[in-house]
């Protein structure tokens, strides 16, 4: 109801629109001015709810650590300092749009949490969902009898701040995409403040959205380049369940090419395309490489240079053999864990880099050979960057494994038939006999 003194509605709250007969408004109903204030707190509680800010109002700019972190080099608090200080100033402003990249765990949805608690505190009506939640919110407006989805829709498109957490996590239907982009679109075309967050390249982005999110006009666009602060890390920075720190010394500068050694011309070639294949992914990870070969070919060397490589450039991968792989996944069970199993797994299956050494060497139980293919199989959906070294011809590969191995769309192999490397032999001097 609104205020019984109000000389416009009498109390009603409510009046009708006095417009001539055939207006598109004639017969309407809109809410009174002394309602209006009241209507307004009423749609903000509705959305905080919706938002589940309340979980997150512990995450503020006071709280948060843009330095200090342990194991994160120097760079890498750069990008954490860097977009905290955006941050920051997106919220004073509310100014276009801001969008925050970087790994699981690296602080993104602190931030954007912090930009929502900051704004809201202000009465800025804001909506802070992830994308599968937004999605999940239109849905369920066709089984709400209080709320329609136009309602809904309007809402989320019109919502003075809308900050989306996580986004490319949502199951891409058409339907999905086609109402997501609407909704991006729309408050692109009218600049209305947004908060965007992803651990996706923007090449993995739907394009029609990727390209509105490197609009310099309109977009503040800030990359996090460290790790997990929730996993523990080891003297140089690594995630411990990476193996890429005990492999620091093997680089593209010190693999040898071995043209000391009598091999032939054919297995030179080999070693030398797997080489140029490498360094070629190193610089820009691009769907698969294979590398197949003996022990002591070079193959791990390989391997290890790429990860290197990209840790160098700020981008840290995942390095790890199939062995130790699924010795971290069981650890996971152990009830004094702090990691559960799927918590670890999905950060092999998302990782933005992840090089996989020794396929072949696990044994085989039922459960490996399923979570192998799990993992596998989710990263060759997303076509995210993988290296995979095996000894293992082609042919003795698990076949669903090796049907993604075989898309020649995604995956490039190379097969290196040098032999085994035990160093260069110093040549024997001749000698005559007198």
């Known amino acids: 109801m609104g205020d019984p003194n109000c000389p416009h509605c009498g109390g009603l709250g409510y009046l009708r629109e006095e417009v001539p007969l055939g207006d598109p408004n004639f017969g309407k109903i809109r809410t009174c001015t002394c309602r209006q204030s009241q209507v307004s707190q009423q749609v903000h509680r509705r959305l905080y709810s919706l938002s589940n800010l309340d979980e997150l109002h512990h995450l503020t700019f006071e ?5 200090g972190l342990i194991g994160v080099k120097e760079y890498q ?3 954490i ?20 990249e970087g790994p699981y765990g690296s602080g993104k949805t602190h931030l954007a949490a912090a ?33 329609s989805f136009e309602q809904r829709f309007e809402e989320i498109r019109h919502i003075s701040l809308l900050v989306l957490d996580d986004f490319g996590t949502q199951n891409a239907t058409p339907w999905a995409q086609e109402k997501l982009f609407q909704i991006v679109n729309y408050r692109y075309i009218n600049h209305f403040p947004m908060v965007v967050t992803t651990n996706l390249a923007l090449e993995e982005i739907e394009g ?57 011309s054919q297995d030179l070639q080999s070693l030398e395309k797997a080489f140029h294949a490498s360094l070629e992914f190193a610089e820009n990870p691009n769907g698969w490489l294979v590398l197949i070969g003996s022990y002591g070919c070079g193959k791990t060397h390989l391997a290890a240079a790429i990860g290197n490589y990209r840790n160098e ?27 559960r199993f799927d918590r670890r797994f999905e950060e092999y299956q998302t990782s933005s880099l992840l090089i996989l050494e020794d396929l072949g060497t696990e044994s085989m139980t039922p459960w490996v050979k399923e979570r192998l293919y799990q993992l596998i199989n989710a990263r060759y959906n997303a076509k995210l960057p993988t290296v995979i070294t095996t000894s293992l011809s082609i042919d003795e590969i698990d076949a669903r ?26 040549q024997r001097k001749s000698s005559s006999r007198k």
């Open 401 to 426: 494994i090796r049907s993604r191995m075989l898309d020649n769309r995604l995956c490039r192999i190379y097969a290196i038939t040098v032999p085994s490397f035990h160093g260069v032999k110093p």
């Open 63 to 67: 709280n948060f650590q843009p330095r």
């Open 313 to 339: 450039k700020g981008k840290p991968p995942i390095y790890v053999t199939i062995t130790e792989l699924m010795d971290h996944l069981r650890a996971t069970f152990n009830p004094e864990s702090k990691v």
């Open 115 to 147: 930009v929502a608690n900051y704004v809201v505190r202000l009465g800025v009506p804001t909506l802070f969902l992830t994308v599968p939640d937004l999605l999940d919110a239109l849905r369920f407006t066709y089984e709400d009898p209080e709320s």
């Open 77 to 79: 608090a750069d990008s």
């Open 208 to 264: 029609r959205i990727s390209s509105r999110l490197q609009d310099p006009g309109l977009v503040t666009r800030v990359e996090i380049t460290a790790p997990d602060y929730r996993q523990p890390l080891d003297d140089s920075g690594h995630p411990k369940h990476s193996s890429l720190g005990t492999m620091q010394g093997l680089t593209f500068g010190n693999f040898s090419d071995r043209r000391g050694e009598s091999l032939s």
């Open 81 to 100: 300092e860097l977009a905290f200080n955006q941050a920051q100033q997106f919220a004073q402003s509310l100014q276009g749009w801001l969008f925050i």
